[in-house]
């Protein structure tokens, strides 16, 4: 991958690789294995990391943002870093970190993109050369030819420094909720403008590598957290938004949350009519159980739960049993070039499309526009296949709001309207990862993403808890979370160990709340804690749990994922390690902590002053301005929730045609 042009000065530069030498050095070898000794030898600075990593500042960053980074490097120069051995920079680079949460912070982020290049960068060939050491076969598949899988929804070419369009509805984003209410729309006899600002890439560009996978797909490259770090946030941003990188598990709303939200004021969502919803989505996606089988992470995860006496079942899947391929199945968090995943652009869209739907990608929807409290379009900045902008006014009396739960909000408070539950109430369904390292191999990127849940602790404190899933390995990011005592015993550890280790993970419903705000450049704020004390004791007890399930299948040596060491190894006191996990620090920084749902940020509600949405979906303070995606959910709903937000944008869709 190309690198951009510097942004930092000399002696930040050299810092800087110095910081990714001490996270990943050359590490003497005295073993006669020939690839070993070649991993063991390449450094970060061996594969161009730091340049990668300022490449990376320079495209994405703002200059006070990058001049932050900046001042941490600086600070770090000031004793010569850089001329410091090895095992000296690897103490300071753990002082500066306890020095302060944004030094902390700072190098947690250093850290992290050390570990993608070195890990995930391809080369000319798209292969990584630390792949072997580690046994992970990256690709296993080339991308179909445009011939084979051809891009069939209709994108519309927008030019010139200005255009407009004009249309009945103008849907902003296209992912779960988006796709739905585009094709719903549509086929109810609307034209319909679809504003996606990611790309429209299909099978021919899905390549089953992790790093161009998560810079093209997922927002913010795959790299978004919160303000302070405390959660990685996952979210799809390309044209079908998360239904293109996600694990296909459909689960129906859970009654209990269907009466939940009807309390709140969502209309007909406890009726029996509301069923014909989620069984149209149901259909239009294939969902079936024929397809589903378990990998060696899942059977682990299942060996487990027998031996625990936990129920489980087999998940119900979107995937077409009829191209189903176990094989690659293991990459479809980079898309699924078999095309057998149906997302919203194998479905919905493409319905949308076929009944005239126009769409442009690359378009940001900057702000919603009104007149007399009604929306009257949307203007957005476009950003064309050759890098010029072209500023977009879609003229549309009906605006649906389906960017996703982060920047749903974002786009509301840019525009002035929503109220003020506007980016509150924000629920991110945190999940834990527990790796578990087995004598058998396990290959965790062989075999279906998610395949199996358990309900055990769902309710650990009333309608509170969490379900136990898994997920596939991807091996950059689990890189980063590692256990890193020092560069040398985490190359060691790391690649001797990650084709033996299983991911296990906890997906909880949340009890507190976080927020979404906009900076001053109008881009979207996530602030999120795990400072509710329900929130804190699910989450430390799910990573008991599946630390004792991981025990209970036979795993030699069992990690969570802090920042400080919380492992146990076979022969070790087990309880002292669940007393160590319980002890252990929470505070932002200290665990990785991730969500890959996220909800609740423009709730439909009754109450105008804690929900933005009435209970049909238009928002209380502006008319044909309707909510469309997970940030419309009163409350977390608990289990993954795609076919929920599919359902209720399928029950607004109705709602929409019958009031225009
Ligand atoms: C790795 C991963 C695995 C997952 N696995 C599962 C699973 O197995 N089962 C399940 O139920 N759920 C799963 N999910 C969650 C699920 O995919 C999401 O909850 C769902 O896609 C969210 O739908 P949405 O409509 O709210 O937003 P999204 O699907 O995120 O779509 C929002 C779209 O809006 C676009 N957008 C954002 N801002 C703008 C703007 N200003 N202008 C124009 N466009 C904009 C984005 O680019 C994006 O394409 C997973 C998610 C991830 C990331």
Redesign the pocket.
């Known amino acids: 991958m190309a690198v951009m042009a510097g942004v930092l000065d000399e002696t930040r530069r050299r810092t800087l690789e110095a910081l990714c030498d001490t996270i990943v050095p050359a590490v003497p070898y005295d073993g006669d294995d020939e690839t070993m000794r070649a991993y063991m030898a390449r450094s970060a600075s061996d594969m161009g990391v730091a340049a990668q990593i300022e490449g990376l500042m320079a495209q994405a960053m703002l200059p006070e943002e990058i001049e932050g980074f900046g001042q941490l490097l600086d600070g770090l120069s000031a004793g010569d870093f850089a001329s410091l051995p090895l095992e000296v920079r690897t103490q300071v680079l753990k002082q500066v970190s306890a020095s302060g949460p944004e030094a902390k912070l700072g190098i947690k982020v250093f850290k992290g993109l050390t570990m993608l290049f070195f890990y995930a960068l391809p080369d000319e060939q798209g292969r990584n050369p630390n792949w072997d050491a580690l046994g992970y076969p990256g690709p296993v598949s080339a991308p179909p030819s445009a011939d084979e899988a051809p891009k069939t929804i209709n994108v519309e070419q927008v030019s010139g420094a200005e255009q407009t369009l004009t249309a009945d509805v103008c849907v902003?984003?296209?992912?779960?909720?988006?796709?739905v209410m585009a094709a719903e729309l549509a086929k109810g006899g609307k034209s319909v403008v679809v504003?996606?600002?990611?790309a429209y890439r299909n099978e021919q560009d899905f390549k089953q590598l992790e790093l161009p996978g998560s810079l093209e797909l997922?927002?913010g490259g795959g790299l978004l957290s919160s303000e302070d770090g405390s959660i990685s946030v996952?979210?799809?941003?390309?044209?079908?938004?998360?239904?293109i990188?996600?694990?296909?598990?459909?689960?129906r709303t859970p009654e209990h949350i269907r009466k939940e939200w009807a309390e709140h004021g969502m209309e007909g969502i406890d009726q029996l009519e509301y069923d014909q919803h989620i069984d149209a989505v149901w259909e239009r996606l294939q969902v079936n159980a024929e397809a589903t089988s378990q990998n060696r992470s899942h059977r682990k995860m299942i060996q487990g739960m027998e031996a625990c006496g936990f129920p489980w079942k087999p998940i119900t899947r979107n995937a077409d049993p009829a191209c189903d391929d176990p094989r690659v199945c293991g990459y479809c968090?980079t898309g699924c070039q078999r095309g057998c995943k149906q997302s919203t652009m194998k479905t919905y869209l493409q319905d949308a499309s076929d009944a005239g739907a126009k769409f442009v990608v690359g378009?940001?929807?900057?702000r919603i526009t009104t007149a007399d409290g009604r929306a009257t379009g949307v203007e957005?900045t476009v950003t064309n296949a050759d890098g010029s902008i072209t500023k977009l006014t879609v003229e549309a009396g009906t605006v649906v709001v389906?960017?996703?739960?982060?920047?749903?909000p974002?786009?509301l408070l840019r525009s002035g309207i929503g109220g003020a539950a506007a980016g509150k109430h924000l629920r991110l369904h945190p999940a834990a990862i527990v790796e578990g390292v087995y004598d058998e191999v396990i290959e965790g990127w062989i075999g279906q993403?998610?395949s199996a849940v358990s309900y055990q602790f769902a309710n650990m404190e009333g309608d509170w808890g969490f379900l136990i899933e898994s997920a596939p390995t991807a091996p950059a990011l689990i890189a980063a979370n590692w256990p890193f005592d020092d560069g040398a015993q985490h190359k060691r550890d790391f690649s001797a160990s990650l084709k033996h280790a299983a991911p296990f993970i906890t997906v909880a419903r949340d009890h507190g709340e976080g927020e979404v705000a906009i900076d001053a450049h109008g881009r979207a704020v996530v602030r999120w804690s795990l400072g509710d004390e329900i929130d804190r004791r699910i989450f430390v007890r799910g990573n008991q749990e599946l630390a004792k399930l991981h025990k209970a299948a036979g795993a030699k040596e069992i990690f969570t994922l802090h920042a400080e060491r919380t492992s146990w190894r076979e022969g070790e006191d087990f309880d002292a390690f669940l007393e160590q996990i319980e002890n252990a620090s929470y505070e932002p920084n200290d665990v990785a902590i991730f969500t890959?749902?996220?909800?609740c940020s423009c709730r439909m509600g009754s109450d105008p002053s804690t929900s933005v949405a009435n209970g049909k979906g238009e928002l209380h303070d502006t008319k044909g301005v309707w909510i469309?995606?997970?940030?419309a959910f009163p409350t977390a709903p608990g289990?993954?929730?795609?076919?929920s937000?599919m359902s209720l944008?399928h029950h607004t869709a109705g709602e929409i045609l019958k009031e225009a």
Do not use: F
Request: proline letters at 2%; charged letters at 10%.
């Open positions: 902003v984003g296209s992912g779960a909720g988006g796709g504003l996606e600002q990611g997922y927002l996952l979210a799809g941003a390309t044209l079908g938004g998360g239904t990188v996600n694990y296909m598990n459909c689960i968090y378009a940001r929807a900057e957005a389906s960017a996703g739960a982060v920047e749903s974002a786009l993403a998610q890959a749902h996220q909800l469309g995606d997970a940030s289990v993954n929730p795609m076919i937000i944008a």
